[in-house]
């Protein structure tokens, strides 16, 4: 296993994460999940994602419980806040649910800090500025070393690097976007001017298309696979194109590809 720094920080994580989207207190029990956190680090992996949103909770408390079997200083841990309820100061990035949310994600991954803190998508209904403040209080008193952004614009992104200038706040040092072959243009072209300005560093979310990438719905839905289990990613993966006639015409023709260097098609997108 190869290890990589998150942007200009110190932090190394492995190149490959295990996250727990649809998967952890969804699609497998704690025995299953716990196998596979094991599995997952034996083969060099010390990144481990979950966000409050998963699951409604059910994620952080599953992999916390699998946590106490590993040594802290080992893995790095993330967690991401902006989903946490349906009140109204329960989801946002208002300073409220900001320190809310990740007192209640500690509670429930049973950590005294996690290494990386999220902001699960950009709020425009909160102020950049108490944002950023935010972030900075969690950070200076120990609750997360570092923090980050997921699916935020470079507009946004700049905003928050010169608001935390302004501020002589800790601003964000890692995205996590969306990125695999069907899915390129924020991480490619979008993102291209802030790298080197800001030292940004990406963590990536689901590099194989939600499952499409392995090959698995070349031939129809599986009937225990994500896609079959949650409709409601199936619509999100068509109007987004992402699950569509023409997308599964390319990967049938990466499995190909795949075939000939003797690998298979999710360690080929994967190594992509």
Do not use: C
């Amino acid at each position: 296993m190869e290890y990589r720094k998150v942007g200009r920080s110190g932090l190394l994580i492995s190149e490959l994460s295990l996250g727990s989207w649809l998967t952890f207190g969804a699609q497998l029990d704690i025995d299953n999940a716990r196998e596979t956190m094991r599995e997952a680090y034996k083969a060099g992996i010390n990144f481990f994602d979950t966000a409050e949103a998963y699951a409604s909770g059910m994620a952080e408390s599953m992999m916390g419980e699998i946590l106490k079997g590993f040594k802290r200083e080992e893995v790095v841990v993330s967690t991401k806040i902006f989903w946490g309820g349906s009140k109204p100061n329960q989801k946002g990035l208002s300073r409220k649910h900001l320190l809310e949310g990740t007192w209640n994600s500690l509670k429930r991954l049973q950590l005294k800090y996690v290494d990386i803190l999220y902001a699960h998508r950009p709020d425009p209904e909160t102020p950049m500025e108490e944002v950023v403040l935010g972030m900075d209080y969690i950070v200076r008193n120990g609750l997360a070393f570092y923090w980050g952004t997921s699916e935020w614009s470079s507009k946004e992104l700049e905003e928050a690097h010169k608001a935390a200038e302004k501020l002589n706040a800790i601003p964000p040092v890692v995205e996590q976007p969306q990125y695999n072959m069907f899915v390129r243009e924020r991480v490619e072209s979008e993102y291209q001017s802030i790298y080197k300005q800001y030292g940004l560093g990406l963590t990536v979310w689901s590099p194989l298309a939600s499952g499409l990438l392995t090959g698995k719905y070349n031939s129809g839905i599986p009937e225990n696979s994500r896609l079959a289990k949650f409709p409601g990613l199936k619509k999100h993966l068509e109007e987004n194109r992402i699950f569509s006639e023409e997308n599964l015409r390319k990967v049938a023709k990466l499995a190909d590809v795949a075939e000939k260097l003797e690998t298979g098609l999710a360690q080929l997108a994967l190594a992509w």
